[in-house]
């Protein structure tokens, strides 16, 4: 009964605590500190408390890009105003320069200013002293470019602007080992760009814009020491802590480029119905994948020799996933290039075959790989010397064609199978190591692709005969008409055969 007492009067008096308070104060504390470990200094010249609310003035801020500008920004201030509830709003001014210029010393008088405008912008800090949060809301921000300077320190004619609606987000720094940790995620209801820009002595008027629906982003990552940074051993800032893991994605993309050079125009246009990539980088992995869906692409002028071309293709992505770290044990990789349903305009596909002997078909690659291989030795560290060819420090265990697949022209190549390797077996293989498994290839419309590649005069007659004789040493008649398939086996002990017929 008393232990029944005393677990409930710790839950009530839990139950009851307040909730971390964030103050005024400790908002602007954390903001210095976070800015501090970004590689940011933001300083005040004044701070006043007054009720609720401590008024920040005289506010400077800079930072150094490395092999970039310095960029600096003042404001007359900024308010932290306890709401009552345990967090801070931070007011910003509705609008204020930032300024960017050669870093100091260097001699070059190029520089820029970015004018901010933020229309109902709401940024509020929680949590706790040490590590808070800052959520941000706004209906709109506005970032424009003027006063732009040239190396020779001439004004550029040169406007832009990147224009951002219904904007959410949060920031989050915490404390790491040597470095620190933040966390932040921002979306928008859309984002427009806009660049115009003359250049009188070349004759160039250049006008660009750019739009993009439903941005979002989200990402972690962990900082080590700038020092350890700029030393280029990326291997032990890994061994550190340094890691980053983030993914961002957008809707529909449009983007339209207008350009007169010495009396030239051109244009170029291009959409998308989406685009996505994602990163991940830590002491054991990498993984790296970039994707595209629904392109078009028309352009015309810019000396093309045809009044205009266009294309389309209905999915791009580039991918691949691998251990970064030496190891005995077989760790997992992947491969990724594909592109889905590439078409082009008849003047292209003209210029190389005016006849019309291939067929226009959509063309597709795809190379989708998986397996097990292991690094052995440190591949990141800059002491590392690594050669291609079969001193290659690698070990492959295994190998699975998830799919591959060529497509154009009326004809079609697919492969799918799978094989492990013997890495205790470099003789039966020159080096490599003995593979065993079987790899399916199907080819459909090969024949008839070679007719027409005669015809067009890509390839001549004893070509063609060679290359069909190729194929009846390697490949049987499949099911369907014009197919071929060959079965390519490799057995244990070194043995190959392709469609039951040992060839080594």
Known sequence: MQSRFLASTALALLLSSPAAALTP???????????????????????????????????????????????TSAMAQ?????????????????????????PPGSGDPSSGTITVTQDQLLIV??????????????????????????????PVDITGTLSMADLTGTYTGLPATGGQAYDSSFTASGMVLTVAAKEPAQQVDLAFDMSIAQPSFSGKSVTVSPELMKSGNMSAALAAGFMIDGSYSTGPISARLNMTEAGKPGSFDATLTGSSAHIRMDADRFDYGFGLTGATVNASGFDIPMPMV??????MAIGFAMPVKASEEPQDFSALVKLV???????????????????????????????????????????????????????LFSLTLTQVLAKAAGAQVAATGALTFDNADLMSYAGFPAPEGKVTVTMDGINALL????????????????ARMGLAMMAKPGAGPD????????RAGGGLFVNGVQMQ
Not at 31 to 45: F, K, V
Not at 125 to 138: L, N, Q, R, W, Y
Not at 145 to 152: F, G, H, Q, T
Not at 310 to 315: D, I, L, S
């Open 451 to 466: 007719d027409a590649l005669m015809a067009i005069g890509v390839v001549s007659e004893d070509d063609l005969m060679g």
């Open 78 to 102: 900024i308010t932290f105003r306890d709401r009552g509830d345990g967090s801070v709003e931070i007011g910003y001014p509705a609008s204020y320069d930032v300024k960017l210029s050669a």
């Open 310 to 315: 266009t294309g389309a293709f209905g999915e």
């Open 341 to 395: 349903d590439l078409t082009m305009a008849d003047d292209l596909w003209s210029m190389f075959d005016p006849g019309g002997a291939l067929r226009r078909d959509p063309v597709s690659l795809i190379v989708d790989l998986a397996g097990t291989g292991a690094w052995t030795v440190d591949i990141l560290d800059p002491a590392t010397q690594i050669s291609d060819g079969p001193d290659l420090p690698a070990k």
């Open 125 to 154: 800090a929680s949590g706790e002293a040490a590590t808070p949060k800052f959520d941000f809301t706004a209906k709109a921000m506005v970032l424009a470019l003027k006063d732009v300077i040239n190396p020779e320190g001439k």
């Open 25 to 71: 104060e400790e908002a602007w504390a954390g903001l210095q500190a976070m800015s501090t470990a970004a590689g940011q200094t933001i300083a005040a010249t004044g701070e006043t408390r007054s009720g609720d609310t401590l008024t920040v003035s005289g506010v400077t801020m800079a930072m150094t890009v490395p092999d970039g500008p310095a960029i």
């Open 483 to 490: 197919q071929l398939i060959s079965e390519i086996e490799f």
